[in-house]
Each structure stands twice: as structure tokens, then as C-alpha cells.
């Protein structure tokens, strides 16, 4: 039993040509050929052909494969382990290459440009889940106020991340505390601190009105990635998005309602630095 070469290209998943250069360099010529002249090959053909296929699956090299099958004596496992090791380095080399990608996406998609060290340093346990960084960039990339975050952002310092890391961890226990005690969320104390996050993200991203501040809370209630920006996981409880939710969209009411006041400064006027640390 014999087998054209089209044949044996579309069951074994090569290319004819690939199997006219293995004929031509000796890795695996056939055993007969037709009367037209046209290759054939034999079931053993077939099985050289399965041990070069897995070899070259495995990334080694023509020329090695045939050093292995044209030595009967050649110590198969040593090779193996030959390549396990180039392999294990191979990988270890891409994981470091999928980190600085990671990295690098992360810096776009946040504009936070810390080092891992500063990160976890700074953040403790509040992380940016790429994949929700990705798709707020994709959603809001082309949104003016989205842009001014970004490159505010991308301005602040270290020393800035962890004064906004301070301020924020405040604003989360007197959170924690109202909610815990029973607070309402349309009350007096929850809408305060409601407007002093809207503030927070006026000061040191890009104004924020109570439109905005609304659809950020939606935001919060909506996905747990985006809530543990500002609650990391074990300090959520419950409710707590949902809380907060009501609490901002009941300040965007208070805010409405109130007597107008002077329009403060466009963020733009600050827009990628921040005051010097002494007159903050």
C-alpha cells in the first residue's frame, strides 16, 4: 500500500512543498515512485514522517532530526532533555516578555507609569484589572475629559500617588464607618462623602460634574472591577456599590438645588502637574 504525495500532505498537515524538500535534502525521500514518475510513499515513510513531524513540533532543527533518525544508536532521551531545557528557557524568557507587554498596556490604559515595586508600594491592595482599563479606554478614548485623566495621570509622581492613595484610604474608612452604622445613603453624611469623592477626582484627574460623578457610581454598582479601584475586595461588603451609588446620585440632586457658586478654575489650568507637597 502506497500513498501519492497529495494524499499524504493533506492527512499529515504539511504542504507538498515541504514534503518535496524533505525529499530533496534526504530527511525523507519516498520509497517508490509511480510509473509517471510521481512519489509514493509506504507505511514506513509515513512513520519517519510522524517522528519528524513531532520532532519539529518540539522546535528542533532539520538537520538534528536527521542525525537522530539516521543513527539508531543516538541516545533519543538526551536530546529530549536537550530541548525540554531550551524549551523551559524559552518559556521562562516569554513570561518576562508577556510581563513588560502587560506592563507597558497597563502604563496605557491607566497612565500610571510607577514599577511594580512602586505599585504595590503605593496601591497595597487596590489593583487595576487590565482588562477593564482596556475596555474603559476603548469605550472612552475619544472623550475630552477621559484624555485629561489619562495625562494627569500619567504627570502624577510617586510621591503624588501615595498623597492620593492617603487621601482615598481616609475617604474609605468614614465610608465604611457610614454604611456599617446604618447611615442612609440619601443623608446628610453619605451625600457628603459623595461630593468629597467627586471632589477627589476633580482635583487630581479632571473636573468631574455630578453627571459624570453619576455615571461613575452606575459604573461602580455595575462591575466589581471597577468598585475595587476605590474598595479593594476585603473591605467590600454587600451592598456597599450600591450604596454609594444612591448616595452619589442623591448629592447630584442636592447639588442641583443648591444656590449657584462661583465656577471654579478649568482643570486644565493644572491639567499634568500638581501644587508643590508643602502646599498641599
Known sequence: MSYPVGQ???????????????????????????????????????????????????????????????????????????????????????????EVAEQAMEVQRTGVRLTPEERFEVFGEITFDLSYATETHCKRQHSEGYRRAMARAGAHTKEDWADIMADATRWRQRLLAAFDTGEPPEGQAAMDLAEEHRSHLSRWFTACPTEMHGRIADDFAADPRAFALIVPPSEQRPGLAGYLRTAVHANAVRQEDAPAAAPEPPADATAGRTAPRDAR
Not at 499524504?8 to 519516498?30: E, I, K, Q
Not at 512513520?47 to 537522530?68: K, M
Open 8 to 98: 499524504v500532505s493533506g492527512f499529515a498537515g504539511v504542504t507538498v512543498r515541504t514534503l518535496h524538500h524533505y525529499d530533496r535534502t534526504g530527511l525523507l525521500s519516498p520509497s517508490d515512485r509511480s510509473p509517471a514518475g510521481y512519489r509514493r510513499y509506504s507505511e514506513s515513510d509515513l512513520v519517519r514522517l510522524q517522528q519528524i513531524l513531532f520532532y519539529r513540533e518540539l522546535g528542533f532543527p532539520l538537520d538534528e532530526i536527521a542525525a537522530i533518525l539516521a543513527d539508531p544508536q543516538a541516545d533519543v532521551l538526551d536530546h529530549l532533555r536537550a530541548r525540554h531545557r531550551l524549551l523551559n528557557e524559552q518559556i521562562a524568557k516569554l513570561r518576562r516578555l508577556v
